[in-house]
């Protein structure tokens, strides 16, 4: 994809070239008259400009690299700013002085660190991740807001359900949320913002009920505060040494609710579906695109010999895998916009999952959509016809445009062949 420049006014040009190319050492005469030290602002760091031109303009990423000028992502296309290109002696002195020695050292031993990185006095929260390729450094961090936003505000909501809902009837996401134990997983590509919304649902149960929440994560985005539930936050590489360890330990600190991160490997995913048996409402993220291809990512974990008792597994503690990917607004105000699929976990989906007819599960989403669920074609119709997103970028993410097509003149198509 093309980029495009973003000319930073005058000042924060001056301002952010200071960053890349540091002002030559004053004379006597300005250093004599300069004020003692003690009365001097305390400066923040050189990388802080260029965070703080994300945050003025809204981006959701910064991007760095050896070679080109400072970038950022704005409603999902990178744009270069108009500066000079930044050398790898940049690079170092803009992290190596805000990074922890801990980071320092996985940068140096592994070629890539993720840590959090705070501005100000917890004015904005980058999710950053330092790493080498050809052997020069770049950077990618993600701005995360510091507050928690519920779901209306994220516009986590399915316009035909609401029609039908009953004044003071919970949304799917909030039925979700009153669930005691079981795994829900969030499902979608890297920025797709899955982090967000299990910030949202956990957000949710923290207003709401007396319980303990336990979070493993990567490094932390969202800081909590507690509200009538428990909140502790263990991030990796400074409160517990790794994964297997904090997986180990989390069913041991009486939790109601726990955050397991990414279903990355095996021992993640059984370690969550261990808690979940346990009596324990598991929260995790996959990289999958639906619901069906959600239990064939996490049956890939395993050996072909296993797969049959994982299945048994999943019917038992998994209650719903949610799906979303960000689309660009149509409304003033709004920089992108959830799409979604539900897949609540039902005695119809169970039985496909058991019978290991998974390619009939996007039926029986459509099916049950009164039950709460939906899928990617049919969220997108919604979401076109009450004026969030535009027709064309609707069609050209959904995965069936002409079921999608269709859909929009109000002829609606079901697969032959599925089981009743």
């Not at 050292?105 to 390729?133: H, M, P, S």
């Amino acid at each position: 994809m093309a980029t495009e420049a973003v000319a930073p006014s005058a000042t924060e040009a001056a301002a952010a070239f200071s960053v890349v190319a540091a002002p030559p050492s004053p004379g006597p005469e300005a250093e004599a008259s300069a004020p003692p030290p003690a009365e001097a602002k305390k400066a923040e760091p050189e990388v802080n400009k260029l965070f703080r031109m994300v945050m003025k303009y809204e981006g959701s990423d910064l991007h760095l690299k050896v070679g080109q000028p400072p970038m950022m992502r704005l409603r999902g296309v990178i744009r270069r700013m108009e500066m000079r290109p930044l050398t790898q002696e940049d690079m170092e002195r803009l992290f190596f002085s805000v990074m922890k020695e801990h980071y320092l050292k996985i940068l140096r031993d592994t070629g890539g660190a993720d840590f959090a990185y705070i501005i100000g006095d917890d004015e904005c929260r980058f999710r950053v991740n330092l790493f080498y390729q050809r052997g020069k450094l770049s950077c990618v961090a993600r701005r995360v807001s510091n507050k928690i936003p519920s779901f209306e505000r994220l516009g986590l909501c399915i316009p035909d359900h609401d029609k039908i809902r009953k004044p003071g009837e919970p949304s799917v996401f909030e039925r979700l949320c009153m669930l005691d134990q079981g795994l829900i997983l969030l499902a979608g590509v890297t920025g797709s913002g899955k982090s967000t919304t299990i910030a949202a649902m956990l957000d949710y149960i923290n207003e709401r009920e007396p319980v303990n929440i336990v979070t493993l994560e990567d490094p932390i985005e969202y800081v909590f505060t507690d509200k009538k539930a428990i909140i502790h936050q263990r991030e990796i590489g400074l409160d517990v040494l790794n994964w297997q360890i904090g997986l180990k330990h989390v069913v041991r600190e009486d939790p109601d609710v726990i955050l397991v991160g990414e279903m990355r490997d095996r021992d993640t995913f059984e370690a969550a579906i261990n808690a979940a048996e346990t009596g324990h409402l598991v929260f995790g993220t996959i990289h999958a695109s639906s619901g069906p291809s959600t239990i064939g990512r996490i049956l890939d974990l395993f050996p072909a010999d296993m797969h049959h008792a994982i299945r048994q597994a999943m019917v038992f503690n998994l209650k719903a895998v949610i799906c979303q990917k960000l689309l660009p607004a149509l409304k003033p105000g709004k920089g992108r916009v959830p799409t979604l699929e539900v897949m609540l976990v039902n005695p119809i989906i169970k039985e496909l999952m058991i019978k290991e007819e998974d390619k009939k599960i996007a039926d029986a989403i459509r099916i049950c959509a009164q039950e709460g669920m939906v899928d990617f074609n049919d969220h997108l119709r919604q979401l076109v016809e009450n004026g969030e997103i535009d027709r064309a970028v609707a069609l050209e993410v959904a995965p069936n445009p002409e079921a999608l097509k269709m859909a929009l003149k109000g002829i609606k198509v079901m697969q032959a062949g599925f089981v009743s």
